[in-house]
Each structure stands twice: as structure tokens, then as C-alpha cells.
């Protein structure tokens, strides 16, 4: 990878070419968890792409999709600034800056794409995420969830809280019925609109949050959060972890990338 950075900087390549290329670079070394690099790189691409967005011989028009690349690599600039998650040193200062970036990245998107459209609301996740790992504010960040889905449904945030949990107390009645395969169709029945073709961003995200949220829903302070809001006893939240995580698992046929991740937190929760 350094062989690629110094052929890149003597390249003589256009600047949209370059700033596109140190994004990739800052991808993969961000999947390779070399954070440090992944950092660097993104810095590189982000230096770039705001000088182009500044650049007057561009009209609007033109502007558009230089600012999505922007959006995009300070999304994964901000993934890589929060680095390993089970490092907890330093982790809400690194939360703090990422947050930063990826509050950033969404604005962006939503100035670009509008609010209800699918990458904002993905940069929107991103940006809570960053918010959680700095406070540990679980009550929050559930909250912020419920208001993503809300927009993206086109509803009113009661009513997804209504519908959420109500699908949820169907979904652990089926798996403490002993009807994984119904269990496992009611939680489909919820998030097909979510995951529908017009949402690849969503689809993309979809398995590895899911699986999120069936291993956090275990956790004492998740289960009382989670219980709180959408009326579940504690047995309905135990209930509908494994069908939450096997559906997860069966949507990484959208984005195989996940498919390790998913796979462990099922195993974790089939224990």
C-alpha cells in the first residue's frame, strides 16, 4: 500500500482522480483495521475534494457529485478516527473527533440529497453511533433510531414506536411459541420497506445494524432502555434477539463484507 501511495503521488494524475484514489486507499486500510493509514489517506482525499468544491470553473451542477465523494470520505474518515471499538482507551476522544466528521458527512448529504434520502439517513446512523461510543447515552441513540426510521417511513415518531413494538411483541410470541420460521417472516414483514431495492444504502447497512441490535438488546441497560419504549417485558426481549440476528444473517446476501460480523454475534446469541 505504500508502493500505491507513492506511485500515486507522482503520478501527475487530474485532482478528482487523485482525491478518488486516496479514497479507496483509505477504505481498504480502514477494512484492513489500519486506522492510522485509513486516517491519513481520507485526510488526503478530503483536503481534495474541498479544494474542488471551491474551484470556480466548476458550475453547480457539477459541484453535486464532488460533494457526495466529500460526504462519502468523511463518513469513512470518521469510522477511522473512532478506530477499534474494543480498544476502550481513548475511546471517547476518539468518538468526540470522529463525531465530528461524520456530523459533517450528513450535513453534506442532506444539503446535496435531501433528508429522507438514503445515504443522509445512513450518514445520519453513523453520526449517532459516533455520538453513543462518546456519551454511552443508550436512551439517546435509540431515540435517534426511532427518528431515522420515522423519516424514512414518511411517519410520525409515535406511530413508529407504536408499529416497532408492536411487531416486536408479535416477533418474540412466535420464538416463545417455538415458530422460528414465523418469527423470523414478521421481522422480514417490518424492514421490507426499509430494505426494498430503491434503498441500497439501507439494504448495505441493514444485516451488521440488525445484528447491533440483537447483541446490544442483551445488555442490562439496552434491555431496560428498549423495554421502556416499546412496552416489552424482559422475556419478549430475550425472545426476539435470535430471530433479530438470524434475519441479519440472511440479509448479508446484500453485502457478504458483513457476513463474519453477523455470523459471531449469532453464534454469541445461540450460546
Not at 37 to 45: E, F, Y
Not at 94 to 102: M, Q
Not at 165 to 175: E, F, Y
Request: glycine share 6%.
Amino acid at each position: 500500500m505504500e508502493d500505491a501511495e507513492l506511485r500515486l503521488q507522482c503520478s501527475g494524475l487530474s485532482n478528482q482522480f487523485s482525491a478518488a484514489i486516496y479514497s479507496a486507499l483509505g477504505k481498504v486500510a480502514k477494512g484492513w483495521h489500519q486506522y492510522d493509514r485509513a486516517t491519513n489517506w481520507l485526510h488526503h482525499a478530503e483536503a481534495i475534494w474541498r479544494e474542488l468544491d471551491k474551484d470556480p470553473k466548476f458550475r453547480s451542477s457539477q459541484k453535486a457529485p464532488m460533494q457526495r465523494e466529500l460526504a462519502r470520505s468523511l463518513d469513512d474518515l470518521a469510522w477511522a478516527e473512532l478506530g477499534d471499538r474494543q480498544q476502550t482507551n481513548g475511546l471517547r476522544e476518539r468518538a468526540l473527533k470522529a463525531a465530528a466528521a461524520a456530523r459533517e458527512a450528513y450535513e453534506i448529504r442532506k444539503n446535496v440529497d435531501g433528508e429522507t434520502n438514503d445515504a443522509t439517513l445512513c450518514d445520519y446512523g453513523d453520526w449517532l453511533r459516533m455520538r453513543f461510543y462518546a456519551s454511552g447515552d443508550v436512551l439517546s441513540l435509540v431515540k435517534g433510531y426511532v427518528g431515522e426510521l420515522a423519516t424514512a417511513m414518511g411517519q410520525e415518531e409515535e406511530a413508529v414506536v407504536k408499529v416497532m413494538g408492536q411487531s416486536l411483541k408479535d416477533t418474540a410470541n412466535l420464538a416463545l411459541a417455538n415458530k422460528p420460521e414465523q418469527a423470523r417472516a414478521q421481522v422480514w414483514k417490518f424492514l421490507a420497506p426499509l430494505v426494498a431495492e430503491n434503498r441500497p444504502d439501507f439494504r448495505r447497512r441493514m444485516p451488521y445494524a440488525l445484528a447491533q441490535v440483537a447483541e446490544e438488546s442483551g445488555q442490562p441497560g439496552w434491555g431496560f432502555i428498549l423495554g421502556r419504549i416499546f412496552e416489552l417485558s424482559g422475556g419478549e426481549i430475550a425472545a426476539v434477539r435470535l430471530p433479530l440476528a438470524e434475519v441479519a444473517l440472511e440479509m448479508t446476501q446484500w453485502n457478504q463484507v458483513d457476513r463474519p460480523k453477523v455470523t459471531t454475534i449469532l453464534a454469541k446469541i445461540r450460546q
